[in-house]
């Protein structure tokens, strides 16, 4: 637990540069509304809302309550100490992330994108990529490698049909929009991808009975598992990640939406710490939180879980930046 936390002290409130070493950025740790919650500050109760209303007073960099999408940057430092960077998710709240935290840890382009699902917390903010693309008025440039299901695909080709590429109609002007190269991945534990260098293995897992989202193992020195958006792990998927399968991760990212009861598309935070017990990866945090949850305050209760159960668990907060040997 001491080196977890001194990991968190060190990676709060400022940039660190370690050119010879992978990172984890956290763009967003917060559910599909975002945080503070716009009805707690359009009709606040009495008293007001002690997660959402700091946030009129205090700036989103000084405030862990303050919660954007679920969306994590990976920064992987290769062998020869190039830098590639892998963006997991791009949600409605993505144009905020690139202006506060890729200019905080100077993260100057994206190399691929991953995405979990196709709900509008994960791909809404995919026209603000040519924010971080080369300009070109002609769109010649390279596009981006972006991973996903083909239902996500799909999808998309629906919600974004002039992001998918088509041959011009003559006559049709070009216009200046994201270029991104779609490629296809299985929802199959057993057919991994690589993304800039780096193995991904997919993990389905259950967003509802319904519906199948993506969470991805990644990394050799250290196994991270990120899993965004779950109700339940099925038991194929909890086997590639738990420590009595195919071997102990040594961070788990994993959804807890509310504090209390259940939730028919996600984990709530009695479900969260079942299920890492049961997984019981080195050490876990925790993303997709609502106003419910209070970083400081329930950061408490969770260092004591954690040494009461040996397995270090924290609340992440959005601009955390972790170093990790990938």
């Not at 260098?197 to 250290?222: A, I, S, T």
């Not at 086997?239 to 984990?267: R, W």
């Not at 925790?286 to 329930?298: S, V």
């Amino acid at each position: 637990m001491e080196n977890h936390n001194s990991i968190l002290a060190e990676n709060g409130n400022g940039a660190v540069s370690e050119q010879g070493r992978s990172a984890l950025i956290f763009l967003g740790t917060g559910c599909s509304s975002a945080l503070p919650n716009t009805m707690c500050l359009l009709q606040p109760s009495d008293p007001p809302c002690q997660v959402c209303f700091p946030a009129l007073s205090i700036p989103p960099n000084l405030n862990p309550n303050y919660r954007c999408n679920t969306s994590l940057l990976i920064d992987h430092c290769e062998g020869d100490g190039k830098h590639s960077y892998i963006l997991i998710d791009v949600g409605k709240t993505f144009r905020e992330q690139i202006l506060r935290w890729f200019t905080f840890h100077k993260i100057p382009r994206v190399d691929s994108i991953i995405l979990t699902h196709e709900h509008a917390d994960a791909v809404l903010g995919l026209d603000d990529i040519r924010a971080v693309q080369p300009y070109s008025a002609t769109n010649d440039i390279d596009p981006t490698p972006i991973f996903l299901s083909q239902f996500a695909m799909e999808s998309i080709s629906t919600k974004f049909p002039y992001l998918v590429q088509k041959k011009l109609k003559e006559g049709q002007e070009v216009r200046r929009v994201a270029q991104l190269d779609w490629k296809i991945i299985e929802e199959d534990c057993d057919k991994p991808f690589v993304a800039s260098g780096l193995k991904f293995v997919p993990l389905p897992v259950m967003h509802g009975e319904d519906y199948v989202c993506l969470g991805f193992l990644f990394g050799e020195k250290c196994r991270v598992a990120y899993i965004s958006d779950v109700s339940r792990i099925p038991p194929t998927t909890e086997y590639v990640i738990s420590k009595s399968g195919a071997g102990q991760l040594d961070l788990l990212i994993l959804d807890t939406l509310y504090k209390d009861g259940c939730h028919n598309t996600h984990f709530c935070f009695p479900q969260t710490l079942e299920a890492v017990k049961r997984l019981c990866p080195k050490q876990a945090l925790l993303i997709g939180m609502t106003h419910e949850f209070d970083h400081h305050k329930d950061n408490e209760f969770l260092a004591e879980w954690s040494k009461r159960e040996g397995i270090p668990v924290q609340l992440s907060h959005d601009g955390l930046r972790i170093p990790i040997d990938l």
